[in-house]
Nanobody
Protein backbone atom coordinates (compact mmCIF):
# COMPACT_ATOMS: atom_id res chain seq x y z
CA UNK A 1 0.00 0.00 0.00
CA UNK A 2 1.50 3.29 -1.12
CA UNK A 3 0.85 6.08 1.32
CA UNK A 4 1.88 9.72 1.43
CA UNK A 5 1.02 11.36 4.73
CA UNK A 6 1.34 15.12 5.05
CA UNK A 7 1.61 17.18 8.20
CA UNK A 8 2.61 20.64 9.37
CA UNK A 9 -0.07 22.85 7.86
CA UNK A 10 -2.08 25.47 9.65
CA UNK A 11 -2.70 29.18 10.05
CA UNK A 12 0.16 31.66 9.93
CA UNK A 13 0.47 35.43 9.68
CA UNK A 14 1.84 37.14 6.60
CA UNK A 15 5.61 37.04 6.77
CA UNK A 16 5.55 33.93 8.90
CA UNK A 17 6.97 30.48 8.30
CA UNK A 18 5.70 26.94 8.16
CA UNK A 19 7.26 23.58 7.38
CA UNK A 20 5.29 20.84 5.66
CA UNK A 21 6.30 17.19 5.87
CA UNK A 22 5.40 14.28 3.63
CA UNK A 23 6.23 10.80 4.88
CA UNK A 24 6.11 8.09 2.24
CA UNK A 25 5.68 4.33 2.46
CA UNK A 26 5.24 1.57 -0.11
CA UNK A 27 7.81 2.84 -2.62
CA UNK A 28 11.57 3.02 -2.78
CA UNK A 29 11.69 6.61 -1.65
CA UNK A 30 15.39 7.19 -2.29
CA UNK A 31 15.12 6.73 -6.08
CA UNK A 32 11.98 8.82 -6.55
CA UNK A 33 11.62 12.46 -7.37
CA UNK A 34 9.21 14.24 -5.03
CA UNK A 35 6.92 17.15 -5.83
CA UNK A 36 4.81 19.64 -3.95
CA UNK A 37 1.68 21.10 -5.52
CA UNK A 38 -0.96 23.47 -4.23
CA UNK A 39 -4.53 24.34 -5.08
CA UNK A 40 -6.41 27.42 -3.98
CA UNK A 41 -10.23 27.45 -3.96
CA UNK A 42 -11.60 27.93 -7.46
CA UNK A 43 -8.17 27.61 -9.06
CA UNK A 44 -6.29 24.88 -10.86
CA UNK A 45 -3.69 22.80 -9.14
CA UNK A 46 -0.27 24.41 -9.40
CA UNK A 47 3.12 22.76 -9.26
CA UNK A 48 5.27 24.38 -6.57
CA UNK A 49 8.56 22.52 -6.13
CA UNK A 50 10.46 19.37 -7.01
CA UNK A 51 13.42 17.62 -5.52
CA UNK A 52 15.04 14.86 -7.54
CA UNK A 53 16.42 11.64 -6.16
CA UNK A 54 19.82 13.31 -6.49
CA UNK A 55 18.76 16.27 -4.36
CA UNK A 56 18.36 18.88 -7.10
CA UNK A 57 15.59 21.36 -6.28
CA UNK A 58 13.46 23.48 -8.61
CA UNK A 59 10.62 25.90 -7.87
CA UNK A 60 7.84 27.84 -9.46
CA UNK A 61 8.92 31.46 -9.81
CA UNK A 62 6.41 32.83 -7.30
CA UNK A 63 8.01 30.93 -4.41
CA UNK A 64 11.63 31.09 -5.47
CA UNK A 65 13.78 32.49 -2.69
CA UNK A 66 11.08 31.90 -0.07
CA UNK A 67 10.44 28.15 -0.15
CA UNK A 68 12.95 25.33 0.22
CA UNK A 69 12.27 21.71 -0.65
CA UNK A 70 14.40 19.03 0.97
CA UNK A 71 14.38 15.33 1.70
CA UNK A 72 15.59 12.88 4.30
CA UNK A 73 15.91 9.48 2.69
CA UNK A 74 16.53 7.76 6.02
CA UNK A 75 13.09 8.94 7.14
CA UNK A 76 11.42 8.59 3.70
CA UNK A 77 10.24 12.16 4.16
CA UNK A 78 10.10 15.21 1.93
CA UNK A 79 9.80 18.70 3.38
CA UNK A 80 8.70 22.10 2.20
CA UNK A 81 10.02 24.96 4.29
CA UNK A 82 7.93 28.05 3.59
CA UNK A 83 9.24 31.43 4.69
CA UNK A 84 8.00 34.98 4.13
CA UNK A 85 4.52 33.66 3.54
CA UNK A 86 1.99 35.76 1.67
CA UNK A 87 -1.77 35.64 1.51
CA UNK A 88 -1.54 34.30 -2.03
CA UNK A 89 0.24 31.22 -0.66
CA UNK A 90 -3.05 30.17 0.94
CA UNK A 91 -4.01 26.80 -0.54
CA UNK A 92 -4.26 23.10 0.06
CA UNK A 93 -0.79 21.67 -0.42
CA UNK A 94 -0.18 18.18 -1.79
CA UNK A 95 2.93 16.06 -2.07
CA UNK A 96 3.29 13.60 -4.92
CA UNK A 97 5.45 10.67 -5.97
CA UNK A 98 5.69 8.37 -8.96
CA UNK A 99 5.75 4.58 -8.63
CA UNK A 100 4.20 3.05 -11.74
CA UNK A 101 1.47 5.63 -11.39
CA UNK A 102 1.15 9.00 -9.69
CA UNK A 103 0.53 8.98 -5.95
CA UNK A 104 -0.78 11.91 -3.95
CA UNK A 105 -0.97 12.87 -0.35
CA UNK A 106 -4.31 13.75 1.19
CA UNK A 107 -3.63 17.46 1.06
CA UNK A 108 -3.02 19.83 3.94
CA UNK A 109 -4.38 23.34 4.44
CA UNK A 110 -2.09 26.33 4.65
CA UNK A 111 -3.79 29.62 5.47
CA UNK A 112 -1.87 32.88 5.54
CA UNK A 113 -3.92 35.59 7.20
CA UNK A 114 -3.66 38.30 9.82
Amino acid sequence: QVQLVESGGGLVQPGGSLRLSCTVSGIIFSINDMDWYRQAPGKQREWVARITSGGVATYVGSVSGRFTISRDNAKSTAYLQMNSLKSEDTAVYYCAAQWGTRYWGQGIQVTVSS
